[in-house]
């Protein structure tokens, strides 16, 4: 499953970045204060309450980690569906951590093309840093799922059980 399902969710997550990339400045703008106001109305109990222009106030405030959050955890993923898939070869780690920057790089490339939108150095590093997460994450997690199944904690070294099954 996983020889096939990871590159099929890989490629769909890089399109969803690229469209969300794709986006004109103004409406992606339009996209980000959907989800601050979200954000806001789950934050504060008593969101309604306050006037029109505090509750500007708190949207636009939440627009920065709101839209890098949004690049970390995409990243995260992009990062730990690479690792996943990418786990039986050599150099597993690094290739999943190139790819997912990889990645990053290209995008933010390709939003100096798109008007109203700029690439950004320091969106490259959140969205690296989100890549090595996911790719920690997953590797932690499947040495978990191991160790649970083997009924046993190995030494890297010795992660083979057998000489078919292979691990992180």
């Known amino acids: 499953m996983r020889r096939y399902l990871c590159p099929v969710l890989i490629g769909a997550l890089m399109l969803f970045i690229f469209c969300m990339s794709a986006q004109p400045g103004d409406e992606s703008t339009v996209t980000s ?25 708190i949207t ?44 990053a790089v290209t995008d933010e490339i390709h939003q100096l093309f798109v008007p109203g939108r700029e690439g950004k150095i320091w969106d490259v590093l959140i969205d690296s840093s989100g890549g090595i997460c996911g790719i920690l994450a997953a590797f932690v997690l499947l040495c978990v799922l191991y160790c649970l199944r083997h009924r046993e904690i190995a030494p890297r070294a010795v992660w083979k059980h057998d000489e078919k099954e292979k691990m992180p």
């Open 60 to 103: 636009e405030g939440l627009t920065f980690a709101v839209r890098k959050a949004a690049h970390f955890s995409e990243y995260a993923l992009l990062g730990a569906l690479w690792y996943i898939w990418l786990r039986h070869k050599p150099k597993n780690l690094l290739l999943a951590f190139l790819a997912a920057t990889g990645y």
């Open 33 to 57: 204060s959907r989800f601050c106001l979200l954000a806001a109305r789950l934050l504060f109990s008593d969101f309604e309450s306050y006037t029109a222009i505090t509750q500007e106030s």
